[in-house]
């Protein structure tokens, strides 16, 4: 009896799956596609996640290591400028205390000098010694420049300093402009040491600017050059005559153009292109 009743169950179950269309079929095996698509896009997208957070990470340890490259390289520089600083510190130092021996020598030996009471000292200003120092202040103020003779390892010498002291005091309205040319590797030391030089300055009040390279206001631009040569040109071009006078101002006397000169003196005009033709 039990056989009979799983013989008939198998044959109902044939019976369904025969009665399957053909539409059913497709529509099965197609959602079987999709799905194993979708496992596929799922693998391949948690693979490249994954290779985009490992960039990521080292692209993150590159910049790491890079940074810290930088801050030793920073760390470095610093510790060179507050030598250099030191040791120039210590050098004014001691220039500072000879200076102060060197004068009281100099007091002393005064002292007993005979009629040192209507001398007047080296050291104390004069008024063409103030009119010097002032046409030295308003040159360094127009020419503006630093270069290489102004700085010794990066930082500025005595000559640099004597300059920069100078152009900051003949700096008008209290604004002055410096340009630093020379050694690049050392634009950034040579920078601090001189916004230090000039905020520890009497002159500190200037509103200084600091700019790389040199100050192209003092060139003569190439143009002003050319066009007196196309014009010499045009002038030998078109023959025209040009009437140099010659002046003589020796003992015998002067002379000028058509003029004559007494007790000697020499006259005459001077034509260079007379002898030129048209």
Same mark, same amino acid.
């Given at each position: 009896?039990?056989?009979?009743?799983?013989?008939?169950?198998?044959?109902?179950?044939?019976?369904?799956?025969?009665?399957?269309?053909?539409?059913?079929?497709?529509?099965?095996?197609?959602?079987?596609?999709?799905?194993?698509?979708?496992?596929?896009? &799922?693998?391949?997208? =948690?693979?490249?996640?994954?290779?985009?957070?490992?960039?990521?990470?080292?692209?993150?340890?590159?910049?790491?290591?890079?940074?810290?490259?930088?801050?030793?390289?920073?760390?470095?520089?610093?510790?060179?400028?507050?030598?250099?600083?030191?040791?120039?510190?210590?050098?004014?130092?001691?220039?500072?205390?000879?200076?102060?021996?060197?004068?009281?020598?100099?007091?002393?030996?005064?002292?007993?000098?005979?009629?040192?009471?209507?001398?007047?000292?080296?050291?104390?200003?004069?008024?063409?010694?103030?009119? !010097?120092?002032?046409?030295?202040?308003?040159?360094?103020?127009?020419?503006?420049?630093?270069?290489?003779? +102004? !700085?010794?390892?990066?930082?500025?010498?005595?000559?640099?300093?004597?300059?920069?002291?100078?152009?900051?005091?003949?700096?008008? +309205?209290?604004?002055?402009?410096?340009?630093?040319?020379?050694?690049?590797?050392? =634009?950034?030391?040579?920078?601090?040491?001189?916004?230090? !030089?000039?905020?520890?300055?009497?002159?500190?009040?200037?509103?200084?600017?600091?700019?790389?390279?040199?100050?192209?206001?003092?060139?003569?631009?190439?143009?002003?050059?050319?066009?007196?040569?196309?014009?010499?040109?045009?002038?030998?071009?078109?023959?025209?005559?040009?009437?140099?006078?010659?002046?003589?101002?020796? &003992?015998?006397?002067?002379?000028?153009?058509?003029?004559?000169?007494?007790?000697?003196?020499?006259?005459?005009?001077?034509?260079? =292109?007379?002898?030129?033709?048209?």
């Amino acid at each position: 009896m039990r056989g009979r009743m799983g013989l008939g169950l198998i044959l109902i179950a044939s019976l369904a799956l025969g009665c399957q269309s053909k539409a059913q079929r497709e529509q099965t095996a197609a959602q079987k596609q999709a799905q194993r698509e979708a496992k596929a896009e &799922a693998k391949r997208q =948690a693979q490249m996640a994954k290779q985009q957070d490992a960039q990521r990470k080292a692209e993150a340890q590159a910049q790491a290591r890079r940074d810290a490259a930088q801050r030793k390289v920073d760390e470095q520089k610093a510790k060179e400028l507050a030598a250099a600083q030191s040791a120039q510190a210590q050098a004014d130092a001691k220039q500072r205390e000879k200076d102060a021996k060197d004068a009281k020598k100099r007091a002393e030996a005064k002292a007993n000098e005979v009629g040192h009471e209507f001398m007047v000292p080296e050291e104390q200003g004069r008024l063409l010694d103030v009119i !010097f120092e002032a046409q030295s202040a308003a040159g360094a103020y127009e020419d503006q420049e630093l270069h290489n003779a +102004h !700085f010794d390892c990066g930082v500025l010498n005595s000559l640099g300093r004597a300059k920069l002291a100078l152009l900051l005091k003949g700096a008008h +309205h209290k604004c002055a402009t410096v340009h630093i040319s020379g050694n690049d590797k050392e =634009a950034q030391t040579r920078l601090a040491s001189v916004q230090q !030089f000039w905020k520890d300055s009497p002159y500190s009040d200037v509103q200084l600017t600091v700019k790389d390279g040199i100050n192209e206001d003092l060139l003569t631009p190439s143009t002003v050059g050319l066009k007196g040569l196309a014009k010499m040109d045009k002038e030998k071009q078109t023959g025209t005559v040009r009437n140099v006078n010659v002046t003589n101002n020796s &003992a015998g006397g002067t002379s000028g153009t058509g003029g004559s000169s007494s007790s000697g003196g020499a006259s005459g005009n001077y034509s260079p =292109a007379s002898s030129e033709q048209p």
